[in-house]
Every structure is written in C-alpha cells, then in structure tokens.
C-alpha cells in the first residue's frame, strides 16, 4: 500500500515569495491532514479535511495560508506572501477517519525555507 | 486548554540500557485519548500507541512498554534493552472527544541510542 506523498520535499524561497505543496493521501482516506512543524518543536494542527470539506482550520494564519482539496482526493497548501517565521516542516496526514482513532499516516513532509 | 509537555529535550544511552521517556498532559476533559509517535530522521511520523482515559492499563508490546497514570498525568513510554534503531524523536500527543483525530503534540524527545 502507498503511503502518504508529498512533494516538493525542500523549497526555498525569499520572504514575501509565495509557495505550493502537495499532498496525496492514502488511497481512500477520507481525512486528511497538514501541519506545521517548526524546528525543535511538535507538529502543529493547520487545517484539517474531511472529504472536501473543512473539520478544523482554527490555527490556520489565513491572511497568507490557505489550503485546498477540491475532489476529496490529493490537497494543496499555499503560502502568500511567505515570512521568515513560516520556515518550517510542513506534514500532511491522512487517515481512515470518522471514528477517531488517532491513528494518522504521515508523509515524510516538505522542508520550506524562508530567507 | 490541552497541553502535553515533553521535559526531556535529549536523552542519549548506550545500546542495551533501558530508557523511558516522560510525558506530562493537561486537560480539563474526562475522556481524551493518548498518544505516542516515533519520527525517524526520514521524517514521517509513526503512530506507536494509543490510550483512551478510561484505560489505565499499562500495555507492553515487545520491547516498549506505555504506564498510564491519571492520578500523576503522566504516560511515559520506556524502551527495554535499546537498540541503534531506536533512535528517533519521539512525541507523546493528546486528543478529546469532540475531536478525536486532532492531535495536540508535546515537543519532543530526541533518543540517541549508540552502540
């Protein structure tokens, strides 16, 4: 079974830039997943996906994040216009969902970089 | 508000030794859940274990073992007879009821195993 896949795994680019990742989740996971990680510290819930529709993105900064998953399926996350605090790891997960397991797949991430 | 703390930054043993990793929860909920994950240097995080509040049972699956204490709480996780392998940061995480999959993380203790 395919596990999470994230792409692109490194990016740097300069403050104010803007930035994509993308996130394909375990074939029929219906919950999906992004946090943020910065270094030295735990995984940070951003946005959190049922299907399409949105469970949770209270810790999301939406005046420069926003997050996608148009057809239930693969997610993008977007950063406009970055900062040099948003440097960080940013993972996606997936999961079964629905029943609250806690059980969450992760990808292996992307490393952003902000100068 | 939840809360997971990790006081233990680094730890570093020797192959064979026994460590345990401490972990520190708050919540004012009565039914929440607990976890652990391992983060390899690849990345992606592992799930390794998950408690439900009514279950204080300590569990043991091979060489790891969880003690769950409410009256402390606590959850620590220890290691028996450590190996090279094991080294990974690893995080102990809470959820509650109204959402059970988003995971509150604590920062992390990095395990150096060597040999």
């Known amino acids: 079974e395919a596990g999470v896949a994230q792409s692109p795994r490194y990016k740097i680019i300069e403050k104010r830039q803007s930035v994509a990742f993308w996130c394909n989740p375990i074939?029929?996971?219906?919950?999906l997943y992004w946090y943020q990680q910065i270094l030295g510290q735990g995984p940070k819930l951003l946005i959190q996906?049922?299907?399409?529709?949105?469970?949770?993105d209270s810790q999301l900064p939406k005046d420069r994040f926003s997050a996608e998953r148009l057809k239930g399926v693969d997610s993008t996350l977007k950063i406009q216009p970055a900062k040099l605090e948003d440097s960080a790891v940013y993972l996606c997960?997936?999961?079964?969902?629905?029943?609250?397991?806690?059980?969450?797949?992760f990808g292996e991430g992307s490393r952003l970089t902000v100068l | 508000a939840q809360k997971v703390t990790q006081a233990q930054t680094e730890i570093s043993v020797v192959e064979k030794e026994d460590v345990t990793l401490d972990c520190v929860y708050e919540?004012?909920?009565?039914?929440?859940?607990l976890f652990w994950y391992k983060q390899p240097p690849s990345g992606e995080l592992v799930f390794l274990i998950r408690?439900?509040?009514?279950?204080?049972q300590n569990e043991i699956s091979g060489r790891y073992s969880w003690n769950f204490q409410k009256s402390t709480s606590s959850f620590n996780f220890t290691i028996t007879a450590s190996q090279v392998v094991d080294s990974a940061v690893y995080f102990c995480?809470?959820?509650?009821?109204?959402?059970?999959?988003?995971?509150?993380f604590g920062t992390g203790t990095r395990l150096q195993v060597f040999p």
């Open positions: 997960a997936s999961s079964s969902g629905g029943h609250g397991t806690g059980e969450l797949f």
């Open positions: 996906f049922q299907n399409n529709g949105v469970v949770d």
């Open positions: 995480a809470l959820s509650v009821i109204y959402n059970t999959d988003k995971l509150i």
């Open positions: 408690r439900n509040s009514f279950d204080e």
């Open positions: 919540t004012r909920d009565t039914t929440y859940y």
């Open positions: 074939s029929g996971h219906a919950t």
